[in-house]
C-alpha cells in the first residue's frame, strides 16, 4: 500500500516537512519486499506490560501494508495475542518437516484476520522448542515472521529467543523501574554472537511517562520508543491517537526495515 502523503494534514505535526519525510521512510521500510525472511520477536519481562497490545498493533498495520500476509506465531504462556487474532490451538504436527511448497505449509496454518497464524499447544512451557517444530519448518515460506512469546525470564530464556530472531523488541511499562531493567536486556541482546536487532518499547499504559523514556534513551545506544497513552489501545481496540499511530509506524519500521528510530 504506498503512503499517502495528502492523507496526513501537515497542521499535527509541527515541523510538517521533517516528519512527513519520516513518516514516508517508516512506510517504505515496512512495504519493500524483503530477499530473506524476517523474523521479529516480542517479549516482555514482566507480565502486564503490553507485549500483546503492542504486537498486535504491529501485526494489523504491517497485514494492512504488505503484499503477502505474514506469519504470526503466539508463543506465548497465556495466548492473548492467538485470542485476538482468531488462532486456535493446535497439537504438535510432524508433517511439517515434509512441506515442498507454500501450499503446503498454507495447508498448516490457520489464516485469519490477513495474517497466517499459528499457537503451539506447548508454546507456555517450550517456547523454542514449539518454534523449532511448528514454526520454523513454515517461515521459509514467507518473508516476514512476527512472534509474542509474552513475559519471559531474562536470565534463563531471553537469550535464546534472541538468538531466533532477527529484531527483538523488548516491551516495559514507562516506568523507571521496568525501563532500566528493557535497558541492561537490549544491551545484552546486542551482546550476543549475531546480534539481533534490539529495541525497547516503553508502553505508557497509565499517563505516567514523563522524562523516564529521555533518561532510558540517553543510556543506550538501542532505539527506545515511547508508545503513549491511548484510550483505545489500553482497551483492546486499535489505537486512535495520533501520537500513539504515529509510535506504531516508526517501531514497525525500525523493527521490519531497521531505518532509524
Known amino acids: 500500500m504506498p503512503f499517502d502523503r495528502g492523507a496526513i494534514p501537515v497542521a499535527m505535526f509541527g515541523s510538517g516537512a521533517a516528519l512527513l519525510t519520516r513518516f514516508a521512510a517508516w512506510d517504505a521500510a515496512i512495504t519493500r519486499p524483503m530477499s530473506t525472511v524476517r523474523r521479529i520477536g516480542f517479549v516482555q519481562l514482566s507480565a502486564g506490560a503490553g507485549a500483546t497490545t503492542v504486537a498486535g498493533e504491529i501485526v494489523r498495520l504491517v497485514a494492512r501494508r504488505r503484499v503477502a500476509p505474514p506469519l504470526v506465531a503466539d508463543l506465548s504462556p497465556e495466548g492473548d495475542l492467538a485470542r485476538r487474532l482468531g488462532i486456535v490451538e493446535t497439537s504438535p504436527r510432524r508433517d511439517r518437516r515434509v512441506l515442498r511448497t507454500s501450499g503446503d505449509a498454507r495447508q498448516l496454518l490457520q489464516m485469519t484476520s490477513g495474517v497466517l497464524g499459528a499457537r503451539p499447544s506447548d508454546a507456555a512451557a517450550r517456547p523454542v522448542a514449539a518454534w523449532e517444530r ?39 511499562p514507562a516506568r523507571r523501574e521496568g525501563a532500566e531493567l528493557a535497558r ?29 523514556p529521555a533518561v532510558i534513551a540517553a543510556q543506550t545506544e538501542q532505539p527506545v520508543i515511547v508508545v503513549p497513552h491511548d484510550t483505545a489501545l489500553a482497551g483492546g481496540e486499535p489505537a486512535r491517537s495520533f501520537r500513539a499511530r504515529q509510535a506504531l509506524l516508526r517501531l514497525a519500521g525500525t523493527l521490519v526495515g531497521e531505518v532509524g528510530a
Open 134 to 172: 511448528e514454526v520454523s519448518p513454515v517461515m521459509r515460506f514467507h518473508d516476514l515472521v512476527i512472534a509474542d512469546f509474552g513475559p519471559r525470564d531474562p536470565d534463563r530464556e531471553i537469550a535464546e529467543i534472541a538468538g531466533l530472531c532477527d529484531a527483538v523488541c523488548v516491551v516495559a
Open 184 to 212: 541492561v536486556v537490549v544491551e545484552a541482546i546486542d551482546a550476543l554472537p549475531g546480534s539481533p536487532r534490539a529495541v525497547v518499547a516503553l508502553v505508557d499504559a497509565s499517563r505516567e511517562s514523563r522524562r523516564v
